[in-house]
């Protein structure tokens, strides 16, 4: 594999919880600008390694290398502040606040840092903020809901708002997990259009996907994980063609 | 839900304001329009405003404020004693030296969160008030309390010429005497400029984050923020202001003593802030009125007020009334604060702010829903 534009490297990560190896042996490169989606059956450890990447697990022995720094035992807001988002699986967002406000706080994050003692200007008359902010939820096509309490949101709506609470942080890298787990096929479909915009603006993302359908529209690479071991790396098309990847998961799909 | 505005701001402003400053007039009809009383209106609407910037914006309960109030107070007589009778010293010095308290107790307890930070505070605040009885007897003067001297140094004051002959002086603001109205006025001067303070944190970027981190303090840590400087901010700026209020009880009483640390007086401020609403601007405030208002006047009525309430009763009726009224007034007052307490919490848990929220939709509502929502009560009460 060549080594160009290389800009997160997870190199030689082994990670086990009481005796259960969760992840061995990873080695994993994701190039500049690439969608790169990580597959393999349930309990394969796909989460297990984007908890790695984004610092909220420690692996036992390797490392996790972003852009020249190592993110091993960085803290989760350093890792965020190096321009690594994580989008997670069940929405993680703040229900107390509105819409508007839920995107405009991780602006301000990318903005100001991970703290500054910001205590009399007004909030709201963040121009440049609030204007980056309604931006992003028009993107998302929630445009018309910035004033909702975010809270009251259905399922598929705060997925969609947290995607857009990491877009907004216009990421180096977007680590998505299952974005488009418990949507209806149209929201699923208006995901996916989503994600190709971003593609296009050249974000680097790496995909946790159970989703063949969103996997194969999206990917420019793609990581087949089973048994907490990567198993095959390739195009869609050479690891479609696989046949340890067919047994150990599509095979149960039929794609 | 609709955004605070700006301009909705500075009327609220106002009104509270002017709902301060009028205090004298509109308390007359309460029987609580004496400058005693309404000074601890403002000293504890001052104490409970500060609060609610910790607990009510990032969910931290702190079980230990009252630290910070008697550290104030304390900070504020030594002013006093060294150096000048004039209050603007003692007030900076008390915000200061609590600020300084408040850094360092709250560094440690905010590494827990939750019930452990409580206990944290709680501990601290047990600690300082047994050490101001003990060890720190110097400082504190012990069960005493800290009071004025005529041998005190006010080294300002004998530069200025001013000097103590017979009697103790008493605390000015450059010449105009502290107390009585006149110390009201001051002290609602303060708690305005306070609660415009509060108010512009709460609407602030810092003050969004410190609600973002009450709704979700995982997601603020993997959105880039480093929430340990915005707690340990807030609780240094409550902090800060407990020890305005603090300070603020000396102004008028020039006295400090360790009481003011006890873990009831802590839990008073978490009472007020809940009863009044907690997360909201005026809340506290009003909580801290309810409170100081029937500690002070329930706890006065006695058997005889009570005969003369229900003098217009038949005799035997008006004997049995009497006896069962009695328990929660005078000694007994505290059980009607319990019972207020405990219907506020169940049936309005956002205080009595949720209570004056609730009527004001009933009202803005349109009038058909009124009316089904009408009908519907009635339906449910049937």
């Given at each position: 594999?060549?080594?160009?534009?290389?800009?997160?490297?997870?190199?030689?990560?082994?990670?086990?919880?009481?005796?259960?190896?969760?992840?061995?042996?990873?080695?994993?490169?994701?190039?500049?600008?690439?969608?790169?989606?990580?597959?393999?059956?349930?309990?394969?450890?796909?989460?297990?390694?984007?908890?790695?990447?984004?610092?909220?697990?420690?692996?036992?022995?390797?490392?996790?290398?972003?852009?020249?720094?190592?993110?091993?035992?960085?803290?989760?807001?350093?890792?965020?502040?190096?321009?690594?988002?994580?989008?997670?699986?069940?929405?993680?967002?703040?229900?107390?606040?509105?819409?508007?406000?839920?995107?405009?706080?991780?602006?301000?994050?990318?903005?100001?840092?991970?703290?500054?003692?910001?205590?009399?200007?007004?909030?709201?008359?963040?121009?440049?903020?609030?204007?980056?902010?309604?931006?992003?939820?028009?993107?998302?096509?929630?445009?018309?809901?910035?004033?909702?309490?975010?809270?009251?949101?259905?399922?598929?709506?705060?997925?969609?708002?947290?995607?857009?609470?990491?877009?907004?942080?216009?990421?180096?890298?977007?680590?998505?997990?299952?974005?488009?787990?418990?949507?209806?096929?149209?929201?699923?479909?208006?995901?996916?259009?989503?994600?190709?915009?971003?593609?296009?603006?050249?974000?680097?993302?790496?995909?946790?996907?159970?989703?063949?359908?969103?996997?194969?529209?999206?990917?420019?690479?793609?990581?087949?994980?089973?048994?907490?071991?990567?198993?095959?790396?390739?195009?869609?098309?050479?690891?479609?063609?696989d046949p340890r990847v067919k047994e150990a998961y599509l095979g149960e799909?039929?794609? | 839900?609709?955004?605070?505005?700006?301009?909705?701001?500075?009327?609220?402003?106002?009104?509270?304001?002017?709902?301060?400053?009028?205090?004298?007039?509109?308390?007359?009809?309460?029987?609580?329009?004496?400058?005693?009383?309404?000074?601890?209106?403002?000293?504890?609407?001052?104490?409970?405003?500060?609060?609610?910037?910790?607990?009510?914006?990032?969910?931290?309960?702190?079980?230990?404020?009252?630290?910070?109030?008697?550290?104030?107070?304390?900070?504020?007589?030594?002013?006093?004693?060294?150096?000048?009778?004039?209050?603007?010293?003692?007030?900076?010095?008390?915000?200061?030296?609590?600020?300084?308290?408040?850094?360092?107790?709250?560094?440690?307890?905010?590494?827990?969160?939750?019930?452990?930070?409580?206990?944290?505070?709680?501990?601290?605040?047990?600690?300082?008030?047994?050490?101001?009885?003990?060890?720190?007897?110097?400082?504190?003067?012990?069960?005493?309390?800290?009071?004025?001297?005529?041998?005190?140094?006010?080294?300002?004051?004998?530069?200025?010429?001013?000097?103590?002959?017979?009697?103790?002086?008493?605390?000015?603001?450059?010449?105009?005497?502290?107390?009585?109205?006149?110390?009201?006025?001051?002290?609602?001067?303060?708690?305005?400029?306070?609660?415009?303070?509060?108010?512009?944190?709460?609407?602030?970027?810092?003050?969004?984050?410190?609600?973002?981190?009450?709704?979700?303090?995982?997601?603020?840590?993997?959105?880039?923020?480093?929430?340990?400087?915005?707690?340990?901010?807030?609780?240094?700026?409550?902090?800060?202001?407990?020890?305005?209020?603090?300070?603020?009880?000396?102004?008028?009483?020039?006295?400090?003593?360790?009481?003011?640390?006890?873990?009831?007086?802590?839990?008073?401020?978490?009472?007020?802030?809940?009863?009044?609403?907690?997360?909201?601007?005026?809340?506290?405030?009003?909580?801290?009125?309810?409170?100081?208002?029937f500690e002070n006047i329930f706890s006065s009525f006695n058997e005889q007020i009570l005969h003369r309430f229900f003098d217009a009763l038949p005799?035997?009726?008006?004997?049995?009334?009497?006896?069962?009224?009695?328990?929660?007034?005078?000694?007994?007052?505290?059980?009607?604060?319990?019972?207020?307490?405990?219907?506020?919490?169940?049936?309005?848990?956002?205080?009595?702010?949720?209570?004056?929220?609730?009527?004001?939709?009933?009202?803005?509502?349109?009038?058909?829903?009124?009316?089904?929502?009408?009908?519907?009560?009635?339906?449910?009460?049937?």
């Amino acid at each position: 594999m060549s080594t160009e534009n290389v800009v997160l490297h997870v190199a030689d990560v082994h990670k086990s919880f009481a005796g259960l190896h969760a992840l061995s042996d990873i080695d994993l490169s994701v190039r500049e600008g690439e969608t790169h989606a990580i597959i393999g059956p349930n309990g394969a450890g796909k989460s297990t390694l984007l908890n790695v990447c984004i610092g909220r697990l420690k692996p036992d022995s390797g490392h996790v290398v972003f852009d020249g720094e190592n993110l091993t035992g960085k803290k989760p807001h350093q890792i965020n502040q190096l321009g690594v988002v994580r989008v997670f699986q069940t929405p993680e967002i703040f229900p107390e606040l509105d819409l508007l406000e839920n995107v405009m706080v991780p602006i301000l994050a990318k903005r100001d840092g991970s703290f500054k003692l910001n205590l009399f200007k007004r909030f709201s008359s963040e121009a440049e903020v609030r204007r980056q902010a309604e931006e992003t939820l028009v993107d998302v096509g929630l445009g018309d809901l910035g004033d909702i309490e975010a809270g009251s949101l259905s399922r598929g709506d705060k997925r969609r708002l947290e995607l857009a609470m990491g877009l907004a942080q216009k990421p180096r890298l977007l680590l998505l997990d299952e974005p488009t787990a418990g949507m209806a096929r149209h929201d699923t479909n208006a995901t996916i259009d989503l994600l190709k915009r971003i593609k296009a603006r050249g974000m680097t993302k790496v995909i946790i996907e159970h989703d063949m359908h969103v996997v194969f529209s999206l990917a420019d690479r793609i990581s087949v994980l089973a048994g907490g071991r990567i198993i095959c790396q390739g195009t869609p098309e050479e690891v479609k063609g696989d046949p340890r990847v067919k047994e150990a998961y599509l095979g149960e799909e039929q794609v | 839900m609709t955004r605070p505005t700006a301009m909705g701001d500075w009327i609220l402003f106002i009104c509270f304001s002017v709902v301060v400053l009028a205090m004298p007039f509109w308390l007359a009809p309460f029987g609580a329009d004496y400058p005693d009383l309404m000074q601890k209106f403002a000293i504890f609407g001052i104490f409970a405003i500060g609060f609610n910037l910790l607990f009510g914006l990032t969910g931290y309960l702190s079980f230990g404020h009252a630290v910070f109030l008697g550290v104030g107070s304390y900070a504020a007589v030594w002013s006093f004693k060294l150096l000048t009778m004039n209050i603007v010293p003692a007030m900076i010095f008390g915000i200061i030296v609590s600020g300084v308290f408040a850094f360092l107790i709250g560094f440690i307890s905010l590494r827990r969160s939750g019930i452990y930070f409580s206990i944290l505070t709680l501990a601290f605040a047990q600690m300082s008030y047994n050490l101001a009885y003990s060890v720190l007897t110097p400082i504190t003067n012990g069960e005493t309390g800290l009071q004025l001297t005529l041998q005190d140094a006010r080294s300002l004051d004998a530069m200025a010429g001013i000097e103590v002959t017979r009697s103790l002086p008493s605390t000015t603001l450059f010449g105009i005497k502290t107390s009585g109205l006149p110390g009201f006025y001051i002290c609602a001067v303060v708690l305005i400029i306070a609660f415009f303070i509060a108010m512009r944190i709460t609407r602030s970027p810092f003050g969004t984050m410190l609600r973002a981190i009450k709704s979700n303090q995982t997601r603020m840590s993997y959105t880039g923020f480093n929430t340990r400087p915005y707690l340990l901010w807030a609780f240094v700026i409550s902090g800060m202001y407990a020890g305005l209020a603090g300070s603020l009880m000396a102004v008028t009483d020039p006295l400090a003593g360790a009481e003011r640390m006890q873990w009831t007086a802590s839990g008073e401020v978490v009472l007020m802030t809940i009863l009044g609403g907690a997360g909201t601007l005026i809340g506290p405030f009003i909580g801290a009125v309810f409170i100081k208002y029937f500690e002070n006047i329930f706890s006065s009525f006695n058997e005889q007020i009570l005969h003369r309430f229900f003098d217009a009763l038949p005799d035997g009726l008006e004997n049995v009334l009497v006896s069962v009224t009695s328990l929660f007034v005078g000694e007994g007052w505290h059980l009607t604060l319990g019972l207020m307490f405990m219907i506020v919490v169940i049936f309005l848990p956002g205080g009595i702010m949720e209570g004056v929220r609730r009527i004001g939709k009933l009202f803005s509502r349109k009038p058909e829903k009124v009316v089904a929502k009408a009908v519907e009560a009635s339906g449910a009460q049937s």
